[in-house]
């Protein structure tokens, strides 16, 4: 196993500087001295002089004095002099090189059998520009609120060929051909890296080198096919380092030729070619159509959740939570809205009973169910019933799951609980809201225990619901709402501590990404309990109860915003989408 | 000599339209306005073309008006949309309406753009039915009425401020996508040399 290199806080968490256009030129100043790289370079174009033309883009002259020295002149323009890094995938040539004094440059992926080009044009200190037109067109205001993200790289990509007898009619396309695949990587630079191509715009990577391999992250990304075996894949980090990287995918024999390009979270510049060996594993399904190929794919989106996620102040939340609290439509039932289209039938089986709950080193409650909407609740010991509304689901046999607010302290928490009458045992999930990072995020605590009510059989001793990493690399999907084509995405559950969601594009493509910690617990086989909370996001408290025999789940949604603190409910139906085989690559340290 | 009575009967007359929206409407007609009497003396015979001429003009500036919006509404460039429409027009458009030009561009920026209608008319097509398309225009060449034949793709939007939500509109989706027969009713005005419509409105099949 690579070195693992724990973080105190994960990519989403990190403050990354806001840097002015000026510190980037001096940040970016050395790339000038093009990328370095622990692997031997290629001298496949020394002494070579090329033209690259492009569709709609730059033509671009080359003349490489030797393995690492070019001179270029754009479209006609005055000769400029770089220091380039390249390396060879078969008949490709990747090629990387910045325009010293400028924060742009290319990198270029020459093929030398067919004469087929793309250019990468990569330039940093872009965002205000492009967002302002965006904004311009879309009649939206521009999202400047975390900054001018000078240190975000932006690319432009032009298709062409390189210049000889004649002008071939092919081109290199976007592809969704790598749509579904996960491959572990590893770099000649010791990086040890999880990728997943589960969009034909965003990827997955589990960083287990950089980041510890706890949590999943998301980039937007370009997929490219050259041929049925050969893809130039790229992503930006956006919403965090801003970093550039830039592979070519070797499907025969496994192999990546890439380049890195940035500044990582202590602003350091990043500039180098890498080589990587790659394992595939898994190949999950896709769910266009047959027939698109994504050689025609729209414009790429980014996700920008912290653009439109509001801060509160400790006072606006307490606000919200005395004031405007709602759960379950406040005794008229939740309907269907939102998540919760394909929900269950509420069970009312425990109305007109009481039950207690008691968590091994956590809290005890007891409940009087007044009805089959509303029940009372204390902490045990508490002379002071509370009142609260509450729906319950059977998600499987004998297996309840039921949620109410709790208000008896602040911050603000409610209380998901599970009860499994065949085993006499409970567990309670509180969620609550305020984090370290934001006081309308939620965060969950995890309660194992036992119940006690009439008719319930004697708890185990020592037997409890638990922690489980079974559902690790399983991708789900996960339709939410009824119509054509309603309201889907899918999951992926990436780590033990984390999980992403995959939005699908209209053509049922996989569109963009977000990612959370999340955390699972098994109740019994096929049955599970997972748990999310879309930090630096939504702020939301996410909880199902997933029967995998039903593919079909129960589950609560427990938010906090401006318009008040929610419980509502998630109802939706799933299918199974494939399953990576990655348990060996994660966990702790041996 | 070409009577006036003559002249505002070549002017006014149903047409019946092709394969493309409204293109049959151009084709068809204009090649049945060409033929001229033979026995017509010259100078009524080049008046007779040339007033056929305009009305020619007429009807595909008509025809390339409404195409415009449909292209302007699947582009969902509401904002210029608005702008062929003319000070006091109306538009009824799948349970959105809206009156002036100024209530028409509010409504498609509200409606349409922030998707606040229950639909949205999000792209056309050909319809099988397009040869029952008709254009009239009027004898001082003033005003325009059409029946324009479409399949409509509607649309509901997804509803919901939760993260789902917020990033599925992003991308474009819908919460229920379906296709319709249809045809638009179209009134138009000649204002300051310019076709501009007065009244759209859309009905289903």
Redesign the interface.
């Given at each position: 196993m690579a070195q693992r290199h724990y973080r105190p806080l994960q990519m989403h968490r990190i403050a990354y500087t806001d840097l002015t256009e000026t510190q980037m030129t001096q940040l970016l100043r050395p790339a000038a001295n093009g990328p370095s790289s622990r692997s031997v370079v290629s001298n496949a174009l020394a002494g070579k002089r090329i033209k690259i033309v492009t569709d709609g883009g730059p033509i671009l002259e080359y003349a490489f004095r030797n393995g690492r020295e070019l001179e270029l002149s754009e479209n006609g323009g005055k000769t400029i002099k770089a220091k380039y890094g390249a390396l060879e995938s078969r008949s490709l040539v990747l090629i990387s090189h910045m325009i010293p004094g400028t924060q742009r440059g290319y990198t270029l992926t020459v093929d030398q059998r067919t004469g087929l080009a793309t250019a990468f044009e990569v330039f940093f200190s872009g965002y205000a520009a492009i967002e302002t037109a965006a904004a311009a067109e879309a009649?939206r205001p521009p999202q400047f609120k975390m900054g001018r993200r000078n240190r975000e790289a932006q690319r432009k990509i032009w298709f062409g060929y390189v210049d000889s007898d004649g002008a071939p009619t092919a081109r290199h396309t976007f592809t969704n051909r790598l749509e579904g695949k996960g491959i572990h990587w590893r770099q000649d630079n010791d990086i040890e890296i999880l990728e997943f191509y589960l969009s034909i715009i965003y990827s997955n990577m589990i960083e287990l080198t950089r980041f510890g391999g706890e949590m999943t992250t998301c980039a937007p990304s370009d997929y490219i096919m050259v041929n049925d075996h050969q893809f130039i894949y790229s992503r930006i980090e956006c919403e965090f380092a801003g970093t550039f990287t830039l592979q070519l995918i070797d499907l025969f024999d496994m192999t990546q030729k890439g380049v890195r390009l940035g500044l990582n979270e202590k602003d350091e510049l990043e500039y180098y070619l890498y080589t990587g060996q790659g394992e595939v594993v898994g190949q999950i399904a896709s769910f266009e159509a047959f027939g698109n190929n994504a050689e025609t794919r729209g414009a790429r989106?980014v996700?920008r959740?912290l653009e439109?996620f509001e801060t509160m102040s400790d006072a606006e939340v307490k606000d919200q939570a005395l004031n405007h609290a709602h759960s379950f439509g406040d005794g008229k039932g939740s309907g269907a809205?939102?998540?919760a289209g394909y929900k269950s039938e509420v069970v009312t089986r425990f109305a007109g009973k009481q039950l207690s709950i008691r968590m091994d080193n956590g809290p005890a409650i007891d409940y009087d169910f007044v009805d089959g909407k509303k029940l009372k609740w204390r902490y045990a010991g508490d002379g002071h019933w509370r009142e609260a509304w509450y729906e319950m689901y059977e998600p499987d046999e004998e297996l309840y799951f039921f949620a109410h607010f709790l208000d008896a302290e602040f911050p603000r928490s409610c209380a998901m609980v599970a009860l499994d009458m065949k085993n006499g045992l409970s567990t309670l999930l509180k969620g609550a809201t305020g984090t370290p990072f934001r006081n309308n995020e939620t965060h969950p605590t995890y309660y194992f225990g036992t119940f006690q009510t009439e008719g319930a059989p004697t708890p185990p001793t020592y037997l409890r619901h638990g922690w489980t990493d079974e559902m690790v690399g399983e991708c789900v999907t996960w339709n939410?709402?009824r119509?054509?084509?309603?309201?889907s995405?899918m999951h992926f559950y990436a780590t033990p501590s984390t999980y992403s969601?995959i939005?699908?594009?209209?053509d049922g493509s996989g569109?963009?990404q977000?990612s959370s910690p999340g955390w699972y617990s098994k109740l019994r086989d096929g049955v599970y309990i997972m748990a999310w909370v879309?930090e630096a996001?939504?702020g939301?408290l996410g909880v199902i109860c997933f029967n995998q025999r039903l593919m079909h789940d129960a589950g609560f949604?427990f938010?906090v915003?401006s318009?008040g603190l929610s419980l509502s409910v998630i109802g939706a139906r799933a299918r199974h989408a494939g399953k990576f085989n990655i348990k060996q690559y994660l966990g702790l340290k041996a | 000599m070409t009577t006036s009575h003559s002249k505002r009967s070549r002017r006014t007359f149903f047409l019946q339209g092709g394969a493309a929206l409204g293109a049959g409407v151009a084709a068809s007609g204009g090649a049945a306005a060409l033929i001229v009497e033979r026995t017509m003396p010259a100078n009524d015979a080049l008046a007779e073309l040339q007033q056929r001429l305009v009305l020619l003009e007429d009807r595909e500036a008509i025809r390339q008006l409404h195409l415009t919006f449909t292209q302007l509404i699947e582009a969902q460039q509401y904002e210029a949309a608005a702008e062929l429409f003319n000070e006091t027009a109306q538009l009824q458009l799948s349970g959105v309406n809206a009156q002036g030009r100024s209530g028409i561009r509010q409504a498609l920026a509200v409606q349409y753009r922030d998707q606040q209608a229950d639909v949205l008319h999000n792209a056309y097509r050909h319809s099988a039915v397009q040869k029952n398309d008709s254009l009239t225009v009027s004898d001082d060449g003033q005003y325009a009425s059409a029946t324009f034949h479409v399949e409509a793709e509607l649309c509901a939007p997804l509803r919901g401020d939760f993260t789902l939500a917020q990033m599925a509109r992003l991308q474009g989706c819908a919460a229920d996508r379906r296709w319709e027969a249809g045809r638009f009713k179209v009134e138009c005005v000649r204002t300051q040399g310019q076709w501009k419509i007065a009244s759209l409105s859309y009905q289903s099949a």
């Open positions: 009649k989106r996700y959740p439109t809205a939102g998540m939410y709402q119509g054509n084509p309603g309201l995405s969601w939005i699908f594009q209209p569109g963009m977000w879309e996001c939504n939301t949604g938010h915003g318009r | -």
